[in-house]
């Protein structure tokens, strides 16, 4: 009923930017709080950023001043700007999404995952 898509990853330098984004579609009444997490090899996942339906955000200590999350409520899609990368930031980077559905079924969405991987 819900499909969240992630775009945006893929190699950059250390030192580089990329622009991930989330759409979200389907029998959707609407969203509250979106987010980014992300799973490194041999590591348990790990929030990155949140993003309220009013806005308010939320970081992961290791990305603050660096990453930037937003969300355009009219497309159903949350972005995750990341500049300055570290090879530490390699990892499977997911989307979720905390919705209502229509029919006010609440529901809990996660993307497939985008990679991102950073070479020193």
């Known amino acids: 009923q819900v499909q969240l898509v992630e775009s945006g990853g893929g190699l950059v330098q250390a030192g580089g930017s990329l622009r991930l984004s989330c759409a979200a579609s389907?029998?959707?009444?609407?969203?509250?709080?979106m987010g980014w997490y992300r799973q490194a090899p041999g590591k348990q996942r790990e929030l990155v950023a949140t993003i309220t339906g009013s806005g308010t955000t939320n970081y992961a200590d290791s990305v603050k001043g660096r990453f930037t999350i937003s969300r355009d409520n009219a497309k159903n899609t949350v972005y995750l700007q990341m500049n300055s990368l570290k090879p530490e930031d390699t990892a499977v980077y997911r989307c979720?999404?905390?919705?209502?559905?229509?029919?006010?079924?609440?529901?809990?969405?996660w993307g497939q995952g985008t990679q991102v991987t950073v070479s020193s």
């Open positions: 979720n999404a905390n919705l209502v559905l229509v029919g006010f079924r609440g529901s809990n969405s």
């Open positions: 389907g029998s959707i009444f609407s969203i509250n709080a």
